[in-house]
């Protein structure tokens, strides 16, 4: 693929929405809160005719890298960027989308085999803290909060992690490792302290986290062998899970 394709931005969207209006946008991957839903929407009585647009801006094909762009919302101007020299990216290109929370940007950056979790000052760029292991998956990072904190949980090439949102420290991770032609492509799906699980070709599985001592500790609540997925992030709605399977079946 040609070079120009590599160094292609991932946009970032610059939030300077009331607490009220963000309530309402969905300015992210699967929306305020990751987990598909909208709340606070008031479909309007009459839609218009047609969309008026505000701006545009050129980023050529449709792949996706771990050069970062932080854009104005209100106008598209370019606000930072960090830039990825070497091309470092997955085997597949990226997949990942940037986490925006409490005014940073989350990203999982690099390569097979090797990557790093970026926490960025979404208003400047600059870094936060780092965290440097296992390589970026095609799964998109989410918040946890346990025990009134907040718990950055990150599927990556080869684990599911939890890190600290305020400094990046390791808390727990769990190996989820892949079979066949599976890759780690489904965003793990939070639900108070629990985290539904699936994508490795072994079904899909319920993992609660829990306190214990100054520690975090992981038990698996159940697995069910028979249906998982390969791609599709299921949605939670009154206690049940739906989705695609990998077998191209709803479920």
């Known amino acids: ?3 120009n394709c590599l160094i ?33 929407f008031k479909a309007p009585a009459t839609w ?8 545009k801006f050129i980023v050529g094909f449709g792949d996706a890298t771990p050069i970062l762009s932080c854009l104005d919302a209100n106008t598209g101007k370019l606000v930072w960027r960090k830039e990825n020299p070497e091309n470092a990216v997955p085997v597949f290109f990226t997949g990942m989308s940037p986490l925006i ?3 940073a940007c989350i990203a999982h950056v ?26 970026p998956a095609y799964a998109s990072p989410s918040i946890m909060t346990i025990d009134g904190k907040k718990h950055l949980i990150v599927q990556t090439e080869k684990n ?8 990046g420290k390791l808390l727990w991770q769990i190996p989820t490792p892949v079979q066949q032609r599976f890759y780690n492509c489904v965003s793990p799906y939070i639900d108070g302290q629990t985290i539904y699980l699936t994508g490795q070709g072994t079904g899909i599985k319920a993992i609660k986290v829990e306190k214990s001592g100054n520690d975090f500790v992981t038990k698996e609540l159940w697995s069910n062998n028979s249906v998982g997925a390969k791609c599709n992030t299921p949605i939670l709605k ?14």
């Open 238 to 251: 009154d206690g049940f899970l739906y989705g695609f399977t990998d077998q191209k079946r709803i479920y």
């Open 110 to 135: 690099g390569k097979k085999d090797y990557g790093e979790i970026l926490a960025l000052d979404l208003n400047t760029g600059s870094e936060k803290w780092k965290w440097a292991g296992d390589g």
């Open 160 to 167: 599911l992690l939890a890190l600290n949102f305020t400094d």
């Open 1 to 3: 693929m040609k070079k």
């Open 48 to 55: 218009p005719g047609e969309l008026k647009q505000e701006w």
């Open 8 to 40: 292609l931005s991932a946009l970032i969207v610059l939030l300077i929405c009331s607490a009220n209006l963000y309530s309402q946008d969905w300015p992210q991957w699967c929306g305020v809160n990751r987990d598909s839903r909208v709340t606070g």
């Open 101 to 103: 929370v409490d005014n």
